[in-house]
């Protein structure tokens, strides 16, 4: 079965930058959709961003345009979460999914495998 792993998360200042990647193993990731999602404590999960496979199409939610990127590199069975001039309130479990094709709007029971997660802190 597919299996992904998230990495890069940790303590960072407001205004900072983290990286975070995501790796799949089992499957290839060429035909999937890829989308980053985020959980703060007391808080539902909500999505972040997406990629597609199909012509590489992007989504960014309001509260990250501007400041995060999304991208893959399906050579290396990986997508990436560049995220910049971060704040307080990115701080939150960071999950990243896939979904066929295409992004399902962030509806979390679309996506057919999650990773287990990595935390991001931003913090003075």
């Known amino acids: 079965q597919l299996q992904l792993v998230e990495s890069g998360g940790g303590l960072v200042q407001p205004g900072g930058s983290l990286r975070l990647s995501c790796t799949a193993s089992?499957?290839?990731?060429?035909?999937?959709?890829i989308g980053w999602f985020r959980q703060a404590p007391g808080k539902e999960r909500e999505g972040v961003s997406c990629?597609?496979?199909?012509?590489?199409?992007?989504d960014y939610a309001d509260s990250v345009k501007g400041r995060f990127t999304i991208s893959r590199d399906d050579a290396k069975n990986t997508a990436y979460l560049q995220m910049n001039s971060l704040k307080p309130e990115d701080t939150g479990v960071y999950y990243c999914?896939?979904?066929?094709?295409?992004?399902?709007?962030?509806?979390?029971?679309?996506?057919?495998?999650w990773g287990q997660g990595t935390q991001v802190t931003v913090s003075s």
């Open positions: 089992g499957f290839a990731l060429d035909y999937y959709a």
């Open positions: 990629i597609s496979s199909i012509g590489g199409s992007t």
């Open positions: 999914a896939v979904d066929n094709y295409y992004c399902s709007g962030y509806v979390l029971n679309e996506y057919d495998a």
